[in-house]
């Protein structure tokens, strides 16, 4: 259940971080517009014909009569439809991927520059990354197909093929929905076809938390055009928790406390001791020099009496005995 609602977290993060990009946002609309347009038009072919599909492939009904030829032949128009639309759900992504593979790829290394500040890169050129990404949707493809093949035949088994099959088809376009998204970032990786999915099936329940509500949303077009680029950037944070990426940097930074520990620093887990301050002690105290003259001179003598000086003789006293 943890990987389930991890995976739900990670579309939730994507789309919350394209909306806080807007510039992101519309530059990754661009080719679910262009593949939009041309799957609305090969629906509506679908939808006339598929009645005319249905009566080419079935000429051993002709003969039938009333109602039993129009309840048979519309209900395999109605499943030849709903084929159709399942195959639609699920190729939208890929087309929209390889039409906007210049588009999506810029944005998933925009989601990780704005995480670590790094973006990995694959160092191939365009039209070789462009291949690999035709050669693995096509691979996709193929597997869908058989999965589809497989739960079509079961869909006439009563009662499970009208609850239980439903749900399987939907957990099946789910994890290959995941697949195709997280594709983006780990081709960047240099991550290949199998070990992709050898990495969604060892997160399975995370995978099916991402992709079945995309499909479930995907089923509306206009919708799937305007989750498109949340859903890639969702896909990219995905892929950064399917690699281990983030834990480990986390790791890293532990070690890193455990080596400073180990080499006389602080321990791990331990607060920092602060270096004493320098200027917390006071300056020493010199004993302050005697004050001298700051003239430089000697203090003045005191006066000594005068030798030559004399007296004048005191005046005559006619009246002292």
């Not at 946002?25 to 090969?42: I, N």
Request: with cysteine.
């Amino acid at each position: 259940m943890r990987d389930l609602a991890g995976g739900f977290g990670h579309l939730l993060a994507g789309q919350k971080w394209v909306f806080r990009h807007g510039r992101w946002l519309g530059f990754g609309l661009l080719p679910g517009l262009v593949t939009l347009v041309l799957y609305a038009g090969a629906l509506v072919g679908l939808g006339y014909g598929a009645d005319g599909l249905a009566a080419w492939a079935t000429p051993f009904a002709d003969d039938w009569g009333s109602p039993w030829l129009g309840l048979f032949r519309g209900f395999l128009t109605g499943l030849v439809f709903a084929l159709g639309l399942f195959l639609a759900v699920i190729t939208f992504t890929a087309v929209t991927l390889l039409i906007g593979q210049p588009f999506y790829e810029s944005l998933s290394e925009e989601v990780d520059r704005s995480i670590d500040g790094d973006a990995p890169e694959s160092g191939l050129p365009l039209a070789r990354e462009l291949w690999i990404s035709a050669r693995d949707s096509v691979k996709v493809l193929l597997r869908v197909a058989l999965f589809g093949i497989l739960l079509f035949a079961l869909g006439f088994i009563p009662v499970i093929g009208q609850t239980v099959i439903p749900v399987i088809g939907f957990c099946v376009s789910g994890f290959f929905l995941a697949e195709e998204l997280t594709a983006v970032a780990l081709q960047r990786r240099r991550v290949e076809f199998k070990e992709r999915l050898a990495l969604l099936r060892g997160r399975r329940a995370m995978a099916l938390g991402f992709g079945v509500p995309l499909v479930l949303l995907f089923l509306v077009p206009v919708v799937a055009v305007f989750l498109m680029p949340g859903a890639v950037a969702g896909a990219t944070l995905m892929a950064r928790e399917l690699r281990g990426e983030d834990a480990e940097g986390a790791e890293g930074a532990e070690s890193a406390g455990d080596s400073a520990g180990a080499e006389g620093g602080t321990p791990a887990g331990q607060p920092a001791t602060q270096a004493p301050n320098p200027y917390a002690q006071p300056y020493p105290q010199h004993p302050a020099p005697p004050q001298g003259n700051p003239y430089g001179q000697a203090p003045a003598p005191a006066p000594q009496a005068n030798p030559y000086r004399q007296d004048p003789p005191a005046p005559h006293n006619p009246y002292r005995q």
